[in-house]
């Protein structure tokens, strides 16, 4: 588990650039970021502005170009293939939009995945436990083609979440999802972090969704240009990603 007083993650003048020459894009620019035990933080910006590149590098899933990533207080610069990989599957989470549940495993073999993948036998009842945490109770046996889209993505939590794991990453979680399904998702999010001190650092566009966590960064051009509280509210968010809309067309 993260120390006291140790980042969950940490990104310092982290730097990715795809390309080379005159055709490099630099996606990230030197960007420093702490993301503490317990918090949850969403990460706004335009297009192109550089939140999946952010989130990405910071979970091990792409390398940086210059700069570094610690997660749970381990650089993860020098490490090979193999030993982030399994860094990854015991430190982190991720949930993605489209939710990436494999079809021909029921609820509960898609949540014990990552424990079997990292040669982990599931304590008894974990599994069913966990579902029943994210409000699937009884669904244990469903396929996901059994189950709707907003029960889909609760599974997906739950497998994010059956390792306990360092950091939470969430790639637009509620996109996919109507208005009601979102707002539970949203919810189980929330719970994780005030009853479990669960880590999360969340992606998306929607300020309604922003405004359920601790704090926002704001990216433009691959650089954080402000930060709010989540308590500011959607309406103030919003103003603040129009600014950075503004200001990447003005450049």
């Known amino acids: 588990m993260t120390d006291h007083g140790t980042p969950a993650v940490e990104l310092r003048a982290a730097t990715r650039t795809y390309g080379t020459g005159e055709r490099a894009v630099?996606?990230?620019?030197?960007?420093?970021?702490?993301?503490?035990p317990g918090t949850f933080t969403a990460v706004m910006g335009p297009s192109g502005s550089g939140?999946?590149?952010?989130?990405?590098?910071?979970?091990g899933l792409d390398r940086l170009s210059n700069g570094e990533v610690v997660i749970d207080g381990v650089p993860v610069g020098g490490m090979s293939e193999r030993a982030l990989t399994r860094l990854r599957r015991s430190r982190v989470g991720f949930v993605f939009q489209a939710f990436n549940l494999v079809p021909a495993l029921t609820a509960a073999q898609n949540v014990a995945l990552p424990l079997r993948l990292a040669r982990r036998r599931p304590e008894p009842g974990a599994v069913a436990a966990m579902l029943a945490e994210v409000g699937l109770a009884g669904r244990e046996g469903h396929r996901p083609s059994e189950l709707s889209g907003g029960q889909q993505q609760r599974v997906a939590i739950a497998r994010a979440l059956v390792s306990r794991p360092?950091?939470?990453?969430?790639?637009?979680?509620?996109?996919?999802?109507?208005?009601?399904?979102?707002?539970?998702?949203?919810?189980?999010?929330?719970e994780a972090v005030d009853r479990h001190r669960q880590t999360i650092v969340m992606v998306t566009h929607d300020p309604l969704a922003a405004a359920t966590a601790d704090r926002v960064l704001f990216l433009a051009d691959g650089r954080v240009f402000d930060e709010l509280p989540g308590a500011a509210g959607a309406e103030r968010i919003a103003l603040h990603i129009a600014h950075a809309q503004h200001t990447v067309v003005a450049r």
Do not use: I, N, Q, W
């Open 26 to 36: 630099t996606a990230l620019d030197r960007v420093d970021a702490r993301f503490e």
């Open 166 to 190: 360092a950091v939470l990453f969430a790639d637009e979680p509620t996109g996919a999802l109507d208005a009601a399904s979102g707002a539970a998702v949203l919810r189980l999010l929330r």
């Open 51 to 59: 939140k999946s590149t952010l989130l990405h590098c910071a979970a």
